[in-house]
């Protein structure tokens, strides 16, 4: 009756459930195996914030000069809605030559009455510079602890790469301070007379407290 | 078995298929709804490309609806057409799947090479050293623009439909303004969920994502006013994030800048000084900002909607979950289920640190004179009369003094 | 399944007939019983989804916010689209797969009768698990609806109150029930066909199932994989999608998109296969090109799997992933055209009568190359940036799973009533049908081109003036559309009910196992297998 019989029928069973087993494990490998093929690959992805320590300087480029023009390198914050922290550059803009390593601080204000923690959160535009800038020290490696009302000042040291393509004259390093915690939506209730801040992470947003 | 008369057959089916042809050669007059009038470089490429590829479908669709109007025609057993079984062992028939996939790839290819020119264009790095950035962020529910070069912010609102009349939904208090015939790189970003910033005439669209940076760049060459929405669903209020861009000459564009730096100044300086307010000054200035600020849950007439949002009138009663009853009552505003004008140091705390667990956010980035002016409004509207009128210092005063809501 | 034969050891299958009860029903183990819960379950859920249409087109009638909160709204734009592509489309084509494979192929049953048994119950779980995240946010506590879009894009959907948990759990219970039922067909199709049926000699709607359930095992699972993360960033404190953890929401994106693509395929498949299996029988020659057929439906599959990102094209690629993600949507127009090709091709030079099974499929024809030609304008990405997000995509989208998936079930529907129920169905309310069908869709969604170009964005729940005449055309069109579907569901009643006697073979042009048998087929058909020549 059965063309390929009941042992037939046993095999492309499993068979078939091994492969939706394997289809569920994918979609958590697939980040994995992203940098794993962009690694091999050498393909250069897009505007991938260098949370982790970034790519250091080879020993002995501190040797080779500087390349002899100036790129224009910006500072901005951002601050997600729901952490209460000001968070502004020190520094608006420098002039670096690529392979000239700097160093600039940021200011972070902690404007809540708790001790509140938080991580930033870096980007590179345009996202083609991105391999082309490297952070040896920054703030945004670890997460960062402000006791209530606390002032920091916090120092990146980056460096433009020599290899930083000639259409390339104009970056701009943006970071974002975020909390884990995700954040509540405003209000919504009918009623609503303008668009509203959301309520900060408050209490939860507190170092230690589960959600 | 049909029953329906073969030429009504016939006019059906042309009657769906000029239905729709009729419908492209309209779009394409201009009856005003097409793609608005491109008003950068990129959005004319766009709106080329996008005239390339509706020409290609209308006329494919032609075709199809042509050859398929015809057999449906002469095919039948109506009119006594009796079934051709060989059809497929002729040349035609047996070298088609080579050929309409060769001629399909013929058109893709055709397309696809004048998209992939503009897909450049539209992609590449602007190579200029000094290059003007606005940042747009998104959030729930409005924009905020950042002019990271002349360190001017603007939060832009949609506009009430009482004020924008015909514009509601397309018009904002504080619109975004640009200088013409210069090129602009945008930064995008959000401060909570995914928004997209989305002008049509500017001829961009790019998501904002929380923690990152997406970036376009545009050179735009007329003035005018263009309007667009926000285009991710980011919640509750994504119809009403309208987005107003006004475009100016370079000079024009210099002149609103050194306004709104005086603009700027001049805020911080009142909000600083020493001077003592009046009574009618606070409540005015308190009136517009609880409106715009704190009206949304306490309502316009400090009603407020309860169990959620209590009210702001004392002697009102209020009864909701232990959470908001127990912060109220330690805080001196809540006693035996009426609400209680409590003392002007808790009033101010409750605004500048909001009540942690509750839906009271902290309000500490409003500057000292607009807390003094909502807390005085706050103290004699809706019938509180207590006559307290509260001076920026105070606010000063009460913020350094750092006082920490109870643990949750 | 061997017990029942050897047991009564009968032909005929009528001596001892099906159980009897509830029973029946609930632990059904018979190809037949469980292909007609599926469609019953299909229909009423239609029924809810285009009842959940009617509110969101009659919220839209005219500018203004006049009948529900904006949550709500979302709330049912999302659930409209969740019931549509879950609840009614792919429980229909099951269905028919359940009904049909088996006396298609000559074989007894599906392989594995009593998982069978349990993909359709998990389908009700599920159901019920919908309907429970739609009722939560009305009990106190409950917290906001689901408003983020069937995409349940992160962060907003991690910030959505318990409905989304209760969702997160319908989309686990559908996808297994899918995936075991995907599992059931491929073993079926493998394993059981009767001697004498190679692969190449299946019928071609066969075909369309086999391919369907292979990305359905592919893909389903994927999905499952993105909505387990949401639930733990939403309650365990992990960060897949939140950036401050390391994470990124656009991961969601693209789990979502690599199992979204694709299921458009998995919803449109199985009704080309039906559309495939009706124009050979009304134009009374074979199907033009079987071969090429199989081909362009395994690559139109293969393609399918490969270029999610282009409903991505505004999160911020790289120029070479989004070139490539463009070339590939573009290049899927070739299998695509193929296959309407071959079924003009059948047409062409036959003896066509119309009866509705084939208006509906002359209507596929012409209906669903318009929506896949709107299909290739957003493929090219400098298009795609003004449209993306706007009504634009919501007229192709419609345009392409309408005529593409649901009037091809519609077609599929009173092709095979006269087989299912031995009546035939009321020809002339039928054709009633089918004109209020094509008059009511197109004006619903035309004017929906038109809104997008002009700068209308989708997922909202209110709109400027300026949109107003082409939104009340487009409702208008909308309640006829909805209308219709009262006299669907009046001739479905009316043929189980009654009707004349059909023959075994119905329709003159038929040709297939399924027709040497009786109408309706006794309750175990083929329990000896044919031999196919």
Same mark, same amino acid.
């Given at each position: 009756?059965?063309?390929?019989?009941?042992?037939?029928?046993?095999?492309?069973?499993?068979?078939?459930?091994?492969?939706?087993?394997?289809?569920?494990?994918?979609?958590?490998?697939?980040?994995?195996?992203?940098?794993?093929?962009?690694?091999?690959?050498?393909?250069?992805?897009?505007?991938?914030?260098?949370?982790?320590?970034?790519?250091?300087?080879?020993?002995?480029?501190?040797?080779?000069?500087?390349?002899?023009?100036?790129?224009?390198?910006?500072?901005?914050?951002?601050?997600?809605?729901?952490?209460?922290?000001?968070?502004?550059?020190?520094?608006?803009?420098?002039?670096?030559?690529?392979?000239?390593?700097?160093?600039?601080?940021?200011?972070?204000?902690?404007?809540?009455?708790?001790?509140?923690?938080?991580?930033?959160?870096?980007?590179?535009?345009?996202?083609?510079?991105?391999?082309?800038?490297?952070?040896?020290?920054?703030?945004?490696?670890?997460?960062?602890?402000?006791?209530?009302?606390?002032?920091?000042?916090?120092?990146?040291?980056?460096?433009?790469?020599?290899?930083?393509?000639?259409?390339?004259?104009?970056?701009?390093?943006?970071?974002?301070?975020?909390?884990?915690?995700?954040?509540?939506?405003?209000?919504?209730?009918?009623?609503?007379?303008?668009?509203?801040?959301?309520?900060?992470?408050?209490?939860?947003?507190?170092?230690?407290?589960?959600? | 078995?049909?029953?329906?008369?073969?030429?009504?057959?016939?006019?059906?089916?042309?009657?769906?298929?000029?239905?729709?042809?009729?419908?492209?050669?309209?779009?394409?007059?201009?009856?005003?709804?097409?793609? /608005?009038?491109?008003?950068?470089?990129?959005?004319?490429?766009?709106?080329?490309?996008?005239?390339?590829?509706?020409?290609?479908?209308?006329?494919?669709?032609?075709?199809?609806?042509?050859?398929?109007?015809?057999?449906?025609?002469?095919?039948?057993?109506?009119?006594?057409?009796?079934?051709?079984?060989?059809?497929?062992?002729?040349?035609?028939?047996?070298?088609?799947?080579?050929?309409?996939?060769?001629?399909?790839?013929?058109?893709?290819?055709?397309?696809?090479?004048?998209?992939?020119?503009?897909?450049?264009?539209?992609?590449?790095?602007?190579?200029?050293?000094?290059?003007?950035?606005?940042?747009?962020?998104?959030?729930?529910?409005?924009?905020?623009?950042?002019?990271?070069?002349?360190?001017?912010?603007?939060?832009?609102?949609?506009?009430?439909?009482?004020?924008?009349?015909?514009?509601?939904?397309?018009?904002?208090?504080?619109?975004?303004?640009?200088?013409?015939?210069?090129?602009?790189?945008?930064?995008?970003?959000?401060?909570?969920?995914?928004?997209?910033?989305?002008?049509?005439?500017?001829?961009?669209?790019?998501?904002?994502?929380?923690?990152?940076?997406?970036?376009?760049?545009?050179?735009?060459?007329?003035?005018?006013?263009?309007?667009?929405?926000?285009?991710?669903?980011?919640?509750?209020?994504?119809?009403?994030?309208?987005?107003?861009?006004?475009?100016?000459?370079?000079?024009?564009?210099?002149?609103?800048?050194?306004?709104?730096?005086?603009?700027?100044?001049?805020?911080?300086?009142?909000?600083?000084?020493?001077?003592?307010?009046?009574?009618?000054?606070?409540?005015?200035?308190?009136?517009?900002?609880?409106?715009?600020?704190?009206?949304?849950?306490?309502?316009?007439?400090?009603?407020?909607? /309860?169990?959620?949002?209590?009210?702001?009138?004392?002697?009102?009663?209020?009864?909701?979950?232990?959470?908001?009853?127990?912060?109220?009552?330690?805080?001196?505003?809540?006693?035996?289920?009426?609400?209680?004008?409590?003392?002007?140091?808790?009033?101010?705390?409750?605004?500048?640190?909001?009540?942690?667990?509750?839906?009271?956010?902290?309000?500490?980035?409003?500057?000292?004179?607009?807390?003094?002016?909502?807390?005085?409004?706050?103290?004699?509207?809706?019938?509180?009369?207590?006559?307290?009128?509260?001076?920026?210092?105070?606010?000063?005063?009460?913020?350094?003094?750092?006082?920490?809501?109870?643990?949750? | 399944?061997?017990?029942?034969?050897?047991?009564?050891?009968?032909?005929?299958?009528?001596?001892?007939?099906?159980?009897?009860?509830?029973?029946?029903?609930?632990?059904?183990?018979?190809?037949?019983?469980?292909?007609?819960?599926?469609?019953?379950?299909?229909?009423?859920?239609?029924?809810?989804?285009?009842?959940?249409?009617?509110?969101?087109?009659?919220?839209?009638?005219?500018?203004?916010?006049?009948?529900?909160?904006?949550?709500?709204?979302?709330?049912?734009?999302?659930?409209?689209?969740?019931?549509?592509?879950?609840?009614?489309?792919?429980?229909?084509?099951?269905?028919?797969?359940?009904?049909?494979?088996?006396?298609?192929?000559?074989?007894?049953?599906?392989?594995?009768?009593?998982?069978?048994?349990?993909?359709?119950?998990?389908?009700?779980?599920? !159901?019920?698990?919908?309907?429970?995240?739609?009722?939560?946010?009305?009990?106190?506590?409950?917290?906001?609806?689901?408003?983020?879009?069937?995409?349940?894009?992160?962060?907003?959907?991690?910030?959505?109150?318990?409905?989304?948990?209760?969702?997160?759990?319908?989309?686990?219970?559908?996808?297994?029930?899918?995936?075991?039922?995907?599992?059931?067909?491929?073993?079926?199709?493998?394993?059981?066909?009767?001697?004498?049926?190679?692969?190449?000699?299946?019928?071609?709607?066969?075909?369309?199932?086999?391919?369907?359930?292979?990305?359905?095992?592919?893909?389903?699972?994927?999905?499952?994989?993105?909505?387990?993360?949401?639930?733990?960033?939403?309650?365990?404190?992990?960060?897949?999608?939140?950036?401050?953890?390391?994470?990124?929401?656009?991961?969601?994106?693209?789990?979502?998109?690599?199992?979204?693509?694709?299921?458009?395929?998995?919803?449109?498949?199985?009704?080309?296969?039906?559309?495939?299996?009706?124009?050979?029988?009304?134009?009374?020659?074979?199907?033009?090109?079987?071969?090429?057929?199989?081909?362009?439906?395994?690559?139109?599959?293969?393609?399918?799997?490969?270029?999610?990102?282009?409903?991505?094209?505004?999160?911020?690629?790289?120029?070479?992933?989004?070139?490539?993600?463009?070339?590939?949507?573009?290049?899927?127009?070739?299998?695509?055209?193929?296959?309407?090709?071959?079924?003009?091709?059948?047409?062409?030079?036959?003896?066509?009568?119309?009866?509705?099974?084939?208006?509906?499929?002359?209507?596929?024809?012409?209906?669903?190359?318009?929506?896949?030609?709107?299909?290739?304008?957003?493929?090219?990405?400098?298009?795609?940036?003004?449209?993306?997000?706007?009504?634009?995509?919501?007229?192709?989208?419609?345009?392409?799973?309408?005529?593409?998936?649901?009037?091809?079930?519609?077609?599929?529907?009173?092709?095979?009533?006269?087989?299912?129920?031995?009546?035939?169905?009321?020809?002339?309310?039928?054709?009633?049908?089918?004109?209020?069908?094509?008059?009511?869709?197109?004006?619903?969604?035309?004017?929906?081109?038109?809104? !997008?170009?002009?700068?209308?964005?989708?997922?909202?729940?209110?709109?400027?003036?300026?949109?107003?005449?082409?939104?009340?055309?487009?409702?208008?069109?909308?309640?006829?559309?909805?209308?219709?579907?009262?006299?669907?569901?009046?001739?479905?009643?009316?043929?189980?009910?009654?009707?004349?006697?059909?023959?075994?073979?119905?329709?003159?042009?038929?040709?297939?196992?399924?027709?040497?048998?009786?109408?309706?087929?006794?309750?175990?058909?083929?329990?000896?297998?044919?031999?196919?020549?």
């Amino acid at each position: 009756m059965d063309a390929g019989g009941e042992k037939g029928r046993r095999y492309t069973t499993m068979a078939l459930g091994v492969v939706v087993a394997m289809m569920f494990c994918f979609g958590f490998a697939i980040a994995p195996l992203y940098s794993l093929l962009c690694k091999v690959t050498g393909i250069k992805a897009a505007a991938t914030p260098a949370a982790a320590p970034a790519v250091v300087a080879a020993p002995g480029a501190a040797a080779r000069a500087p390349v002899d023009r100036l790129v224009t390198v910006k500072f901005d914050t951002n601050v997600t809605d729901g952490l209460p922290w000001e968070f502004r550059p020190l520094v608006r803009r420098v002039e670096v030559r690529p392979g000239e390593a700097l160093k600039v601080s940021f200011s972070v204000r902690n404007l809540a009455g708790q001790t509140v923690v938080a991580r930033a959160v870096a980007n590179v535009v345009p996202w083609q510079a991105t391999p082309y800038f490297s952070k040896t020290e920054c703030f945004c490696f670890q997460e960062q602890s402000l006791a209530p009302g606390e002032t920091r000042e916090m120092a990146v040291r980056f460096l433009v790469s020599r290899d930083l393509p000639e259409g390339i004259n104009s970056l701009t390093l943006s970071y974002t301070f975020m909390t884990r915690v995700p954040v509540s939506p405003p209000a919504g209730r009918s009623g609503m007379a303008v668009g509203q801040r959301p309520q900060p992470a408050a209490a939860s947003a507190v170092a230690g407290n589960p959600i | 078995m049909c029953s329906l008369d073969p030429c009504r057959q016939g006019a059906g089916r042309a009657a769906v298929a000029t239905m729709l042809l009729t419908g492209y050669s309209a779009a394409r007059a201009e009856l005003g709804y097409n793609l /608005p009038e491109p008003a950068s470089l990129g959005a004319r490429d766009i709106y080329d490309i996008h005239h390339l590829t509706t020409t290609v479908v209308a006329v494919l669709l032609a075709i199809v609806v042509g050859v398929v109007g015809y057999s449906l025609y002469t095919h039948r057993k109506s009119r006594g057409f009796v079934a051709d079984q060989n059809l497929h062992k002729g040349r035609f028939g047996r070298w088609s799947w080579v050929l309409i996939p060769v001629v399909v790839l013929g058109v893709d290819m055709t397309i696809a090479g004048k998209a992939e020119q503009v897909l450049e264009s539209l992609w590449e790095v602007p190579k200029d050293k000094e290059m003007m950035e606005v940042k747009v962020t998104g959030h729930q529910w409005w924009w905020e623009y950042e002019y990271l070069d002349q360190g001017i912010r603007v939060e832009s609102r949609y506009t009430p439909e009482e004020q924008s009349r015909d514009l509601y939904l397309r018009e904002v208090d504080n619109r975004l303004v640009l200088p013409t015939h210069t090129r602009i790189r945008f930064l995008h970003t959000s401060a909570d969920v995914n928004h997209a910033f989305w002008v049509p005439e500017i001829g961009f669209k790019k998501d904002a994502i929380a923690g990152y940076i997406t970036e376009t760049w545009t050179v735009l060459d007329r003035e005018g006013v263009y309007r667009g929405q926000c285009a991710e669903l980011c919640g509750t209020w994504h119809a009403r994030m309208p987005i107003v861009v006004e475009a100016v000459s370079a000079e024009r564009f210099s002149a609103w800048v050194e306004e709104q730096k005086l603009k700027m100044a001049a805020a911080t300086a009142e909000a600083s000084s020493d001077k003592v307010r009046s009574k009618e000054e606070l409540m005015e200035m308190g009136r517009n900002l609880y409106n715009k600020n704190c009206a949304a849950c306490h309502q316009l007439d400090g009603k407020g909607l /309860p169990p959620a949002f209590p009210p702001l009138i004392a002697g009102s009663a209020f009864s909701g979950g232990e959470s908001m009853t127990r912060p109220l009552e330690e805080r001196g505003f809540l006693k035996d289920g009426k609400i209680v004008l409590g003392p002007v140091e808790k009033h101010l705390d409750i605004v500048i640190n909001g009540i942690p667990g509750t839906s009271m956010q902290a309000w500490k980035q409003l500057n000292d004179l607009e807390i003094a002016a909502i807390v005085t409004y706050e103290r004699n509207a809706f019938g509180n009369d207590s006559g307290d009128v509260i001076q920026p210092p105070d606010v000063g005063k009460a913020r350094g003094a750092g006082v920490t809501a109870s643990a949750q | 399944m061997s017990s029942t034969t050897t047991t009564h050891g009968h032909e005929s299958g009528h001596h001892h007939g099906p159980p009897r009860g509830w029973r029946r029903w609930l632990l059904s183990t018979n190809h037949k019983d469980i292909g007609t819960m599926y469609l019953v379950f299909a229909l009423v859920m239609l029924l809810l989804g285009g009842a959940m249409a009617m509110l969101i087109r009659a919220e839209l009638f005219m500018p203004g916010i006049q009948l529900m909160e904006p949550d709500f709204y979302n709330n049912l734009v999302t659930n409209h689209a969740l019931i549509m592509v879950f609840g009614a489309v792919m429980p229909a084509a099951a269905g028919m797969a359940n009904w049909m494979l088996p006396m298609m192929i000559g074989a007894p049953d599906m392989a594995l009768p009593r998982m069978n048994n349990m993909s359709f119950w998990f389908l009700v779980a599920g !159901g019920v698990m919908l309907v429970l995240s739609m009722v939560v946010p009305f009990l106190p506590g409950g917290g906001t609806p689901v408003n983020t879009g069937w995409t349940l894009y992160p962060p907003l959907s991690v910030q959505v109150g318990m409905s989304m948990d209760f969702l997160i759990f319908t989309v686990h219970l559908l996808g297994i029930s899918s995936i075991l039922a995907s599992i059931n067909i491929i073993v079926t199709i493998m394993n059981c066909r009767a001697p004498g049926m190679t692969l190449m000699k299946m019928p071609i709607f066969a075909w369309s199932w086999l391919v369907t359930a292979f990305l359905l095992i592919l893909i389903m699972p994927a999905l499952a994989g993105a909505v387990t993360m949401l639930l733990f960033d939403r309650h365990f404190g992990t960060s897949f999608f939140n950036a401050a953890g390391g994470g990124d929401p656009v991961l969601f994106q693209h789990l979502f998109w690599f199992f979204g693509h694709p299921e458009v395929y998995v919803l449109l498949l199985p009704s080309m296969g039906i559309v495939a299996q009706i124009i050979p029988t009304f134009a009374r020659k074979p199907l033009f090109g079987y071969g090429s057929t199989v081909g362009a439906m395994v690559t139109v599959g293969t393609i399918g799997m490969l270029v999610w990102a282009h409903h991505q094209y505004t999160i911020g690629m790289s120029l070479a992933a989004v070139t490539y993600f463009m070339i590939g949507t573009i290049l899927i127009s070739i299998p695509v055209g193929l296959l309407v090709f071959n079924f003009i091709a059948t047409m062409w030079r036959g003896a066509m009568t119309f009866e509705t099974p084939m208006l509906f499929a002359v209507a596929i024809i012409l209906l669903f190359t318009f929506g896949g030609l709107t299909g290739v304008m957003l493929a090219v990405i400098p298009g795609d940036i003004q449209y993306h997000d706007s009504y634009f995509v919501v007229a192709h989208f419609h345009y392409a799973l309408i005529p593409g998936a649901l009037l091809g079930l519609y077609a599929g529907t009173f092709y095979w009533l006269p087989k299912w129920t031995g009546h035939m169905y009321d020809e002339r309310l039928g054709k009633l049908f089918f004109w209020m069908v094509m008059v009511g869709f197109n004006m619903t969604f035309f004017p929906q081109h038109f809104l !997008g170009l002009a700068g209308m964005p989708r997922r909202i729940v209110d709109y400027n003036v300026m949109f107003t005449e082409f939104n009340m055309l487009s409702s208008v069109g909308a309640f006829l559309f909805g209308a219709a579907h009262l006299v669907l569901l009046y001739v479905i009643v009316k043929c189980v009910r009654g009707g004349a006697a059909a023959t075994d073979k119905v329709w003159e042009g038929a040709e297939g196992l399924e027709w040497t048998l009786p109408s309706p087929p006794p309750f175990h058909s083929f329990t000896t297998p044919p031999l196919v020549r």
